[in-house]
Antibody, heavy 119, light 110 residues
Framework: QVQLQESGPGLVRPSGTLSLTCAVSGGSISTSNWWSWVRQTPDKGLQWIGEIDLNGVTNFNPSLKSRVSISIDKSKSQISLNLNSVTAADTAVYFC????????????WGQGTLVTVSS | EIVLTQSPGTLSLSPGERATLSCRTSHSVASTYVLWYQQKPGQAPRLLIYDIFTRAAGIPDRFSGSGSGTDFTLTISRLEPEDSAVYYCQHYGRSPPMYTFGQGTKLEIK
């Protein structure tokens, strides 16, 4: 079955750019039309960051839209996240997730990766 | 912007009992756009229920979803110790696309 694995630096400096990659394994990236990034903090809980489809069409959370980009590389079965101008408020566990085919929700999640923003 | 309010914040029950978890939306929504997840410490959320009452793959029939309008419920019958977790509801809004989560209900099995 499809598995997702997030990777990237665990520490990012304030004002820098957070960059993460989600590797899809155990099945084709085409098992879903859409893929998302979600983050989790103790105080704000689960927060959807944005989504991308297999053609590269993206949608973002309005609260993050000005700072975020998501891309997809179907040849490498990877989805990437970039979040710029980070602050301590961006410290979170970041998950990538596969969308259900029929309903807007997430049926497969990566294990998550903790990113800390600190100098 | 829609707000999802889950109650209670914490629920403490014994094995074999029934848990009723509530998710209230700030305005009426399409039922098919409310989903439920389970999250255990150190793990990613796990999809439980979608399309109102459809269980995700591998989810036992002790888990059931219901609701409409602004009030949605996740019911877990015959509680087992492994059901200890935080449960989240999630809503999808179409215009613009937006996925919103509730703040979660922590279920403790005594």
């Amino acid at each position: 079955q499809v598995q997702l694995q997030e990777s990237g630096p665990g520490l990012v400096r304030p004002s820098g750019t957070l960059s993460l990659t989600c590797a899809v394994s155990g099945g084709s990236i085409s098992t879903s039309n859409w893929w998302s990034w979600v983050r989790q903090t103790p105080d704000k809980g689960l927060q959807w960051i944005g989504e991308i489809d297999l053609n590269g069409v993206t949608n973002f959370n309005p609260s993050l839209k000005s700072r975020v980009s998501i891309s997809i590389d179907k040849s490498k079965s990877q989805i990437s996240l970039n979040l710029n101008s980070v602050t301590a408020a961006d410290t979170a566990v970041y998950f990538c997730a596969r969308h259900l085919l029929t309903t807007p929700g997430f049926d497969v999640w990566g294990q998550g990766t903790l990113v800390t923003v600190s100098s | 912007e829609i707000v999802l309010t889950q109650s209670p914040g914490t629920l403490s029950l014994s094995p074999g009992e029934r848990a009723t978890l509530s998710c209230r939306t700030s305005h009426s929504v399409a039922s098919t756009y409310v989903l439920w997840y389970q999250q255990k410490p150190g793990q990613a959320p796990r999809l439980l229920i979608y399309d109102i009452f459809t269980r995700a793959a591998g989810i036992p029939d002790r888990f059931s979803g219901s609701g409409s309008g602004t009030d949605f419920t996740l019911t877990i019958s015959r509680l087992e110790p492994e059901d200890s977790a935080v449960y989240y509801c999630q809503h999808y809004g179409r215009s613009p696309p937006m996925y919103t989560f509730g703040q979660g209900t922590k279920l403790e099995i005594k």
